[in-house]
């Protein structure tokens, strides 16, 4: 791939517009001869109320970067700040705290076999004084994703992509603040995709959530307002959407968003 120098890559906005705010990240898997690092001093910022997506190459890291940021894994090193809480060097019990504030939607569903889609949904619902207010919240979004005449099937009643609709359902519900998505339409056809990333763009348009979100279909990068593009463990480039698609050959772009 052809690059040109971005634009500046790290804004230089104050902390209370930022929602994440990494410097100087690496991270290593395996212990001492199996050591293996996969980040290589990330730098990335992403703004309260704005859709960054993250694309690559298969093994580039993403995925890694995704699960650290989602303090789903401790920090050793660099420098992560997440919704104002530094999270480099926090012990399990704090790094959960900072997850609830987080809506994961990952490429795995993990739904419950034995639950209906609302009740999957209802599950995740923190803040309701009693099981009906839990379960108007669940029915709510179901339906606007969609699934309003699926709410009372258990998933091996549900495709693939209403599984994952219900899984995005349940990472929504609680209104986080940040959502970070793992290709959240791999599974979907073009339409469902399209709705889900058309509810994404909204939520962080009029409700100022922060999205990051992997994906390699190209069929909406449209709703970025930043591209980012990992490679070899490395935050390649960084731009706004039209610089992205001014410096690419839509050709190449094709290619490398659909080998992966
Ligand atoms: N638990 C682990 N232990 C050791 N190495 C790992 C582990 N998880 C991932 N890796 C390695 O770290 C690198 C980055 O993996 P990661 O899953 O972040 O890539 P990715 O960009 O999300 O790829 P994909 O597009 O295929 O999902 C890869 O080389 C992978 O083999
Ligand atoms: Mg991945």
């Known amino acids: 791939m052809t690059t040109t120098p971005a634009p500046s890559s790290i804004p230089a906005l104050p902390d209370e517009a930022i929602a994440v705010r990494i410097r100087n990240l690496n991270y290593f ?43 789903l894994r ?28 987080i809506g994961f939607i990952f490429q795995a569903h993990n739904l419950f076999d034995s639950l209906s889609a609302a009740q999957n949904v209802e599950m995740a619902v923190e803040l309701a004084p009693n099981w009906r207010e839990k379960r108007r919240q669940a029915v709510a979004i179901l339906t606007q994703l969609g699934l309003s ?8 009643a549900l495709s693939g992509g209403q599984k994952q609709r219900v899984a995005i359902a349940r990472a929504l519900v609680n209104q986080p603040p940040l959502i970070l998505a793992d290709e959240p339409t791999a ?33 909406i990068l449209d709703v970025a307002d930043r591209i980012v593009t990992m490679v070899d463990g490395r935050l390649d480039s960084d731009e706004n959407l039209g610089h992205f698609v001014d410096t690419h050959d839509p050709k190449t772009l094709d290619r490398r968003m659909f080998i992966l």
């Open 29 to 71: 898997f395996g212990q001492g001869e199996l050591r293996k690092q996969v980040l290589f001093d990330i730098n990335l910022d992403l703004p309260k109320g704005e859709i960054v997506i993250m694309t690559g190459p298969s093994g580039s890291g993403k995925t890694t970067l995704l699960t650290l940021i989602g303090a």
């Open 74 to 101: 401790t920090v050793p090193d660099g420098s992560l700040k997440v919704l104002g809480r530094d999270i480099v060097g926090m012990g399990r019990s704090q790094l959960v705290d900072v997850r609830r504030n």
């Open 149 to 156: 005449d699926r709410v009372d099937y258990k998933p091996k």
């Open 187 to 219: 599974a979907l056809d073009k339409k469902s995709g399209r709705d889900v990333v058309t509810l994404m763009q909204q939520l962080a348009k009029s409700e100022g959530r922060t999205i990051l979100m992997v994906t390699h279909d190209n069929r």
